[in-house]
């Protein structure tokens, strides 16, 4: 166990990637590179009373692994190692620390893969994914983190050591605890480690990219693809702001502004100019078949499809997406919003959220997953206390507008700090009550990441 | 609301597939046909202190729903019916009482289907298959019922009415309280709505059936088929002995001594005389291309592999599983039970079980779901006393073996009351007093479904 004292590393611990500052002064910051050092830090911390705040790569959007006063923060990431991997049962058991794309890679040489995909793969970590109950670009076909975890180590609030979950594929003993650890966000115990399902690397991927007039048009095209009874392993929605600022990205790139931009192509690969652009990715023995049903679908509403040949022409086609959070950090600091409707009501809320960025002139870039109905509006601020104030205005619209519309107000990136104002809307006050109860059971003296998640 | 008091309608009403009788009296057996009606229950027995044991069709097969002295039996059963169907967003929105397959069947004209399929399906209602966290034949590729349950209406102990989940595919906001409601068994309240996912019909299926010499052969040929990173939509093992008391069956029923039988050929399809049989079948666009690629896997391990050519054929390769326990019904009284091992123990599994038969000689006949390492050992007694013990005796040694393999008791089925005694062991104290402790959380006076689940 390592006590961190330098300032800058205590500093660089004290907020996650939403940027969300407390304004507190932790008290410590423990790196724990062992189970009884998690579990001595927590029977301490639970005989003071002292707030536990858990913490892996702080790649969190809503500030739940953000310090507050006077707590430990309870650093995991070194905590890395995949422990096993189990071909012959397609299952991993890993530390929390070990980062997610790091898993994939590992699982890669027996043909499996880890599937959960959150954007921040190759920074976050599994235990970090667990406690948001991350999604990700594939979830429309294989699931949420939720799906991948069969089972976990967790300690719990007075330092003891829990066994849930399996390593069976099924089981029914007993409540689903595993699934309650999942996405409670460090509120409930502390994971210390994680078997979970890994699945065959899919036998070939195609790759689709299509241009639309407008948004609408795009979430259209999205919901003709539902409605052909497709299932595409990824189908992602960028809107015409983000085109234009990914565009801007790879001009300026190009021009050696700043650093690496989007690259691959020229305007239409990444969709500049036009009103919205969906790149679609089919997996499985089917994929290039799939894709051609794919195409059908799309070509009478698009203004332009173009299907990848290679995969290099593929990376090419998804370079729009991977260049828009770049782009948009480009231009100020964005605030990434994590709505979900039902799917058959994205393009309503696409064009609202266009509507709420009209209406209060804050910028907003909406990038979705477009099969999950799950929109990110990406809110881009100055920096400033005005323009933090207008961003968190227009997210409040956002927020109403998803719980209008059926949704809620956190697809896949967990309530944190930032969002706790909307939960008893979204849940009701019974609902809420009833998960402070459960809170209780697992922490009584309420040291596990309080003010956070629920 | 009607309270039921003609005698054989209560007695058919107090137990449940598993036989298991409490010997005690129930006070009441009221069908319930609303809401409120339910609430009215709830909230009168909770200020009593009366148990409720909630029952849909009564299918269940540990006991569950099995009446005990004094309690009220509520029957959800006439709250049958499907409000909604939304093909825009793949889901349905339910009343416990519809009869699983009734809702696949409303499905199909928009292209869309319920995945989870017990073999109960076509008797068991959806509110009992949420509430055991009912698997079936297809979950190695689309999961149990857990997966396909969005959002929940829940009638707590105190007669509330919550709502839980959502109609969206992802939401984190809040704790799951939608998982810990699956698979509780009736002992956190009562389930009175469910919106439920549908998935698109497959756009085709091949089925294949493959002979054994002996089940370890056909478990490994099955671990050869997760090995070639293949995965079909249905993995069946049957063993020997139920191949030959299914062969018997169609026998009997040849000669008019039984009613229906096993039908749709002769040995070479229902594999009587061979030493194990393994049903695959595949499902998707690629359908063909993937059972041939089991094909080939299969074919150097299998003393013989048909392939159906024809919906017929399928269907009468099918015979063999779908005549399994009507078959062995008619040998005896089937105790069926439901271990489950990781994958890659299977084989050990089967023969283990055949070694425990074997030594107590007490007559297993063993089914599996291959691909999830679920096996169901089935035990047939004569229904006398003796035979009886005997069978728990041999259910208690094949429990200790899924625990030693790493294994669970339960796969689909549940604890119920029947494998309460193993439930410590495999959990663990610390987790059962936690799942003790959420059970006071919903239901402070002990009310719902009492001595069982947990």
């Known amino acids: 166990m390592t006590l961190v004292t330098d300032p800058v590393a205590v500093q660089s611990r004290r907020t996650d990637r939403s940027g969300w500052d407390s304004g507190g002064s932790p008290a410590a910051v423990v790196l724990a590179e062992s189970v009884p050092e998690v579990q001595a830090v927590l029977r301490e911390a639970n005989r003071d009373g002292t707030p536990v705040v858990t913490r892996g790569a702080g790649t969190g959007l809503a500030g739940a692994a953000a310090g507050t006063q006077g707590c430990v923060i309870l650093d995991v990431s070194r905590m890395n190692r995949i422990r096993e ?8 058991i890993v530390e929390p620390g070990v980062i997610t794309a790091e898993l994939d890679h590992a699982a890669a040489p027996y043909g499996l893969t880890y599937a959960p995909d959150p954007a921040s793969a190759a920074m976050s970590t599994i235990g970090g994914n667990i406690a948001t109950n991350a999604g ?3 979830c429309a076909k294989y699931g949420v983190t939720r799906q991948a975890v069969l089972g976990l180590d967790v300690v719990l609030a007075d330092g003891t050591l829990l066994k849930v979950g399996r390593r069976t594929v099924k089981g029914v003993a007993g409540y689903d605890l595993t699934g309650l650890f999942t996405g409670s966000e460090g509120t409930l115990g502390v994971i210390v480690g994680a078997t979970l399902r890994l699945r065959p690397i899919p036998a070939a991927t195609a790759t689709l990219a299509a241009c639309f007039d407008d948004i609408a048009t795009a979430a259209r095209a999205a919901a003709a693809i539902t409605a052909a009874h497709l299932t595409p392993a990824m189908a992602e929605l960028l809107d015409r702001a983000t085109l234009d600022a990914v565009g801007m990205g790879v001009h300026r790139a190009a ?3 700043h650093g690496a931009g989007a690259s691959g192509g020229g305007g239409d690969v ?4 036009a009103g919205a652009l969906l790149l679609v990715q089919t997996d499985g023995l089917a994929a290039e078949q799939e894709a051609s049903a794919v195409e059908r679908v799309l070509a009478p509403l698009a203004s332009s499809v173009r299907r990848a040949s290679t ?10 997406r991977r260049g828009a959070l770049p782009s948009l950090e480009r231009l100020g600091r964005p605030l990434i919003e994590d709505i979900a409707v039902p799917r058959s009501r994205l393009g309503e ?3 609202a959220v266009a509507a709420i960025s009209a ?3 804050v910028p907003v870039f909406t990038i979705a997953h477009a099969a999950d109905g799950n929109l990110h509006p990406i809110i881009v601020t100055d920096g400033s206390p005005a323009s933090a104030d207008a961003a968190w205005e227009a997210a409040g619209r956002i927020f109403a507008l998803a719980l209008r519309l059926g949704g809620t107000v956190t697809g896949e990136h967990g309530i944190g700090v930032l969002k706790r104002r909307w939960l008893a809307e979204e849940l009701g006050i019974e609902s809420l009550g009833l998960q402070h109860k459960i809170k209780r059971v697992f922490d009584p003296n309420g040291i596990l990441n309080p003010g956070k998640a629920i």
Chains 1, 2 share one sequence.
Do not use: F
């Open 85 to 92: 991997i189990v071909p012959a049962d397609e299952l991993a």
């Open 136 to 138: 990700g670009l594939r």
């Open 255 to 257: 021009l050696g502004v």
């Open 270 to 273: 990444y969709g500049a100019g």
């Open 311 to 320: 995969a290099a022409e593929a990376e090419s086609l998804l370079a729009a």
């Open 349 to 351: 809320a696409a064009d």
């Open 359 to 361: 209406e209060t002139g």
